[in-house]
Structure formats: C-alpha cells, structure tokens
C-alpha cells in the first residue's frame, strides 16, 4: 500500500524537558532534519538540535563593510574628482570630513544586511508551512511543545519514525501532509 507523501512525523510534549530530551534522543538516533516548535525559547534546546552554526553576524558584517566602503568612495569621488573645491588650502582628499557619513552607512547598508539577512535566512515571509496541517498545531504558541522529524531526513522510514517518536512518550504522535 503506498500512501501519500508527507513532510514528517510530529510528536508532542506537555513539557520543554520532554521536548529537549525528545530532541537529544532524535539525534542520538541518527536523524538530522528536525525542528522542533516552542512557545518560548529554550535555550538547551539548540545544543539538543546542534544549531550552533549561525551566518547572520557575517552577512551583516559584510553588509558594514560595504556600506562603509561605498559611503567613503561617494564621498572620496565627489570631493576629489567630480567637483574639486578648494577651501582655504585644505586638501582635496580631507579624510576626516569623511568619518561621519562612513560611519552612517556602515549602520545603515549593516542594518539593512541584518533585516534582509534574517529574513532570508528563515525563509521568511512563509505564509504558509506544512505544520499548519496538523490541528494541534495550534496550541504551539500557548503551552505545548513540538518535535517534528522531516521527511527528508536520510534515516526517515514512516512506519520506523513513528514507531520511535511513541518510544519516547509523547501526548500525541501525528503525520504532518504536504
């Protein structure tokens, strides 16, 4: 009998101790497309998923440093080669007049790389997901705690996946439709 595809098997917690232990027990197993959904943050639960690896800090590092390369060169090509004033026998190339912009769009273009950033990062906007699907879903944002293993995973099996999400004494075990 071949069903239908599905994104993954979810389980639900009463608890966030059930949910990080769930999640431990997950990747001692073997699995590593997982995710796991909270009300609140829990901090032992990114050591539990291993979501240590972040590239936001470089994104908008890079983002400073282009801001800040491109808010002095404007200014640099301005004062120098496009409209050269001379005031009072000052140089040309007055690298101190120049700080403040630079200093404005190294936080601008850094916090445009931030906004921009995240919301790739996450996927975002994502008005849709396929844990919508599962009607207790719902209750994610209020007081209860998901683990939901994806269907992509290498060592996903339907059956075998289930099977170990009940081992580990869920409220409710549930398959998660495209």
Not at 10 to 20: H, K
Request: with cysteine; proline share 8%; net charge negative.
């Amino acid at each position: 009998m071949n069903k239908a595809p599905i994104y993954g098997v979810m389980a639900e917690f009463d608890s966030p101790t059930a949910l990080v232990n769930a999640a431990r027990a997950a990747r001692e197993k073997g699995f590593r497309k997982l995710d796991a959904y909270s009300p609140f943050p829990i901090e032992e639960l990114n050591d539990a998923l291993h979501l240590h690896h972040n590239k936001l800090p470089l994104i908008v590092l890079i983002g400073g440093i282009i801001g800040g390369s491109l808010g002095y060169l404007l200014q640099y090509y301005v004062t120098v080669w496009h409209f050269p004033l001379n005031i009072a026998g000052k140089p040309l190339h007055s690298w101190p007049s120049y700080i403040v912009i630079t200093f404005e769009t190294t936080v601008l273009c850094a916090g445009l790389a931030a906004v921009f950033g995240l919301l790739a990062l996450c996927g975002l906007p994502m008005p849709y997901h396929p844990t919508f699907n599962v009607p207790r879903f719902a209750l994610a944002s209020r007081n209860r705690f998901f683990l939901c293993i994806e269907a992509t995973d290498p060592l996903f099996d339907r059956k075998h996946t289930s099977e170990f999400l009940e081992t580990l004494e869920p409220r409710e075990v549930s398959e998660v439709a495209h």
